[in-house]
């Protein structure tokens, strides 16, 4: 195991059937971090590197005390499930020493399931319980997200949507939204990319994935879709809402030019290089960001695991953070820079403070108190979810004092 010698430390994890593992810490937060793990044929450590980034920024502007972390395995070509698995164990054993002692905690992400983290875990010596579904709070940020646009744009007609990469959060997002407010005119998967310039049922698309997985796009095309060749070209779809959904910087220097869509609302983390960003707002393009949009994940898991309900954390996360969306635009407008940005800049400056305030673990105190039967646990869930209310609560303040700012630099 190699950690080079970097701010941001990485660990190049060697493993067996020719696979190759990484770990990028760029924060770490109490003295630890967590983040998914992201298995693909073609990862490198660019990739791994960029994600644990924006999983910094995720965590410091939601306001959760956590550093942000990823980490990924290259797998052969030819690799099946059992070998998947034995992989996983390794990289597991592997890090044993990190994930024992809580530096890193890695979690689910593309092509990483419950069954491959219990993997991962089991070959650290953990026996994993329960997994909190995130691809189902990730889709209600997004919800959020998408609502706020909606009432910005004044709330009359179906907007249309281009989705890159339908897969589970697409079909949780799917099953809620209304036809009659948003409405799929194109959609892709690994498989390949349809269009149906009257637009799809997005229940109905949600249906044949969970009958036929990512051959849906062929039962599409037999119902009458048109098929788009290549599928990269839907990111350019003439649609009012892209929603990017699959790996970092889909949007780049090569086909922001070319983007037709009113609003980008990123499923997926990291979908712009810096180039692209601003290509697109130069343009008008509204680019929301994905540290932003897809921060349910981690909401919502960590609500689970304070004990909230699955309907008592939607009731949070929709009544908590549809107001920050609604902000994050409306500042951004007032002030002619991309939502992006603005968040980028919000998220920057918690760190700054967190860094500065550097505050002790008083939850990991609390926590060895109550494993010895000396503190309440229900108390210190309360605690928990009351600090992250008010994370988000201050989160608001700082959007209102932002706008407010420079409403007063205009009246000047």
Request: hydrophobic share 40%; with cysteine; net charge neutral.
């Amino acid at each position: 195991m190699q950690i080079t010698d970097q701010p941001k430390f990485i660990i190049n994890v060697p493993l067996s059937h020719a696979a190759s593992g990484y770990v990028a810490v760029d924060t770490l937060c109490r003295g630890t971090s967590s983040g998914g793990l992201r298995v693909a044929g073609d990862l490198d450590i660019d990739e791994v590197q960029t994600l644990a980034r924006e999983m910094t920024l995720k965590f410091a502007f939601v306001g959760l005390p956590r550093g942000g972390a990823k980490s990924g395995i290259r797998l052969p070509v030819a690799c099946d499930r059992e070998t998947k698995h034995i992989i996983l164990r390794e990289f597991g054993e592997r890090l044993e020493r990190i994930i024992g002692c809580g530096i890193y905690f890695p979690g689910m992400d593309m092509n990483c399931g419950p069954d491959d983290l219990r993997s991962v875990y089991a070959g650290a010596g953990i026996t994993l319980g329960s997994i909190t579904d995130t691809s189902f709070h990730t889709a209600l940020t997004v919800e959020a997200a998408l609502m706020a646009i909606h009432a910005m744009d004044g709330g009359k007609r179906p907007l249309s949507i281009a989705v890159e990469g339908f897969g589970a959060v697409a079909s949780h997002l799917f099953q809620r939204l209304s036809p009659d407010i948003f409405r799929i005119k194109t959609v892709s998967n690994i498989t390949g990319a349809v269009c149906n310039p009257d637009g799809f049922d997005g229940r109905e698309i949600v249906s044949l994935r969970a009958l036929h997985g990512d051959e849906f796009i062929t039962y599409l095309v037999k119902k009458g879709a048109e098929l788009i060749e290549p599928k990269e070209r839907l990111l350019t779809s003439d649609v009012d809402i892209l929603l990017p959904s699959a790996r970092i910087h889909a949007l780049n220097e090569g086909n922001a030019k070319a983007v037709c869509a009113r609003y980008i609302v990123p499923v997926s983390n990291a979908p712009y290089t810096p180039g692209a960003l601003s290509v697109l707002h130069s343009r008008g393009v509204v680019c929301l960001p994905g540290f932003g949009c897809n921060v349910g994940g981690v909401l919502g898991s960590t609500l689970e695991d304070l004990g909230l309900k699955r309907y008592e954390v939607e009731g949070f996360i929709m009544e908590s953070y549809y107001p920050v969306m609604i902000l994050l635009l409306d500042v951004a407008k007032d002030n002619q820079i991309s939502p992006t940005d603005l968040a980028m800049k919000i998220a920057l400056a918690r760190l700054d403070t967190r860094k500065v305030n550097d505050y002790p673990d008083r939850d990991g105190l609390l926590k060895k108190l109550a494993r010895r039967g000396l503190w309440p646990k229900e108390q210190i869930h309360r605690e928990a979810v009351f600090n992250i209310k008010k994370g988000l609560i201050s989160l608001v303040e700082e959007l209102t004092n932002f706008k407010g700012s420079s409403q007063s630099r205009c009246d000047k």
